[in-house]
T-cell receptor
């Protein structure tokens, strides 16, 4: 069983479109994250939710809107896609919040290409 | 924010030990040192973490300097499957403005 699964794995779309990436974890964790990895391979946290509540919201354009219907799911919706949004987006989860030393479990990533 | 510095890349022969260094001279007393690795086309995976004492697990060992300003991840017997980018990162335990900072990591190349 995949612990953190995200779909789609690959997504090619045109500028200006709206797209969503879905994420689910079956680990029973309280906290979920979205990370962005750019072309230089730097990983940056975008959002973190703990029990469906937003606890970390880094400097991300408001075109990006996370939604957590329950603590096992954290979806990422992106409006008006731009070329610079092309990156790999990783969903992740941890047992407790990011203030603890918990291990973070990552999904396999969603490769987004905006053309 | 405390940051880490790692070499861009390292090479090692298969079945030999590998020592991956990390400098974190601005580490605070509550920062845990975490290591993750990212295999090609996959998400990062946890390797090991520690605070002050050296740590061992089935994947690797972590040697932490006495002043905690540097640490070394040790793979005792590297295999081709260990070829990955290894990230050394710091995680604050009590920080209301928490942010996890990932560097560029060290790309480990294993030669058969």
């Amino acid at each position: 069983d995949t612990a953190v699964s995200q779909t789609p794995k690959y997504l090619v779309t045109q500028m200006g479109n709206d797209k969503s990436i879905k994420c689910e974890q079956n680990l029973g964790h309280d906290t979920m994250y979205w990370y962005k990895q750019d072309s230089k391979k730097f990983l940056k946290i975008m959002f973190s939710y703990n029990n469906k509540e937003l606890i970390i919201n880094e400097t991300v354009p408001n075109r990006f809107s996370p939604k957590s219907p329950d603590k096992a799911h954290l979806n990422l919706h992106i409006n008006s896609l731009e070329l610079g949004d092309s990156a790999v987006y990783f969903c992740a989860s941890s047992l407790r919040g990011p203030f603890s030393g918990n291990t973070i479990y990552f999904g396999e990533g969603s490769w987004l290409t905006v053309v | 924010d405390a940051k880490t510095t790692q070499p861009n890349s390292m090479e090692s022969n298969e079945e030999e030990p590998v020592h991956l260094p990390c400098n974190h001279s601005t580490i605070s007393g509550t920062d845990y040192i975490h290591w993750y690795r990212q295999l090609p086309s996959q998400g990062p995976e946890y390797v090991i973490h520690g605070l002050t004492s050296n740590v061992n697990n089935r994947m690797a060992s972590l040697a932490i300097a006495e002043d905690r300003k540097s640490s070394t991840l040790i793979l005792h017997r590297a295999t081709l499957r260990d070829a990955a980018v290894y990230y050394c990162i710091l995680r604050a335990t009590m920080d209301s403005n928490y942010q996890l900072i990932w560097g560029a990591g060290t790309k480990l190349i294993i030669k058969p």
